[in-house]
Every structure is written in structure tokens, then in C-alpha cells.
């Protein structure tokens, strides 16, 4: 399956961004679905998942500000994000688990800055 994420930007703090993640395949009987962000010279994070039955999972530090949420039926993973930091500056990627291998999008630019 190949993921196409989208949707970054710049934006000031406090604001808000929503980002988008096509799947080239149903999403429909994917257990696992989430987004990662990997800010510069820092390890790769997760920022949100979603599990088969819509059980959601955050961090401390995104709960109440971000929320993971599909579409079966336009393939697509989305990442609404509120009340934006500038520590929340990153690349942003959507990942997927498929029979145990982990499948990747390309990756889409956050920046938060007044």
C-alpha cells in the first residue's frame, strides 16, 4: 500500500491544521493506522493511532489536542490538530501495519511560527 500524506503548513501558534493521508488501498481491515512526526535532530515520534474498532491512543503531551479519525470509504487517515505550538514543529508522517511490516507516506511539513 502507498500513503500519500498532505495538508502541512505553516501556521502561528495557536492555530490549527488538519492532515490528510491517502491510502492506495482500503483502509477497512488495517488493525493499526497512525501518524508519527520526527522534528529536526530528534528521534521519530507517535503522535496518534488508531486501532481496528476506533480505539485512539496519544501521548500525554497531544491529548486534547489532537485527534486521529478515518474515512473506509475515501481510504484516509486524517490528524486534526489544535492549539499549536511551536515544539510541535516537525515532519509529520502517516504510517500503517500490515501483517506485521510497517508501511510509510512520504512525510508533510509543520511549522509553527509566528
Known amino acids: 500500500v502507498q500513503l500519500q500524506a498532505s495538508g502541512g503548513g505553516l501556521v502561528q501558534p495557536g492555530g490549527s491544521l488538519r492532515l490528510s493521508c491517502a491510502a492506495s488501498?482500503?483502509?477497512?481491515?488495517?488493525?493499526?493506522m497512525g501518524w508519527y512526526r520526527q522534528a529536526p535532530g530528534k528521534q521519530r515520534e507517535l503522535v496518534a493511532a488508531i486501532i481496528s474498532g476506533g480505539r485512539t491512543n496519544y501521548p500525554d503531551s497531544m491529548k486534547g489536542r489532537f485527534t486521529i479519525s478515518t474515512d473506509n470509504a475515501k481510504n484516509t487517515i486524517y490528524l486534526q490538530m489544535n492549539s499549536l505550538k511551536p515544539e510541535d514543529t516537525a515532519v509529520y508522517y502517516c504510517n500503517v501495519l500490515i501483517a506485521s511490516r510497517a508501511y510509510w507516506g512520504q512525510g508533510t511539513l509543520v511549522t509553527v511560527s509566528s
Open positions: 488501498a482500503s483502509i477497512f481491515s488495517i488493525s493499526v
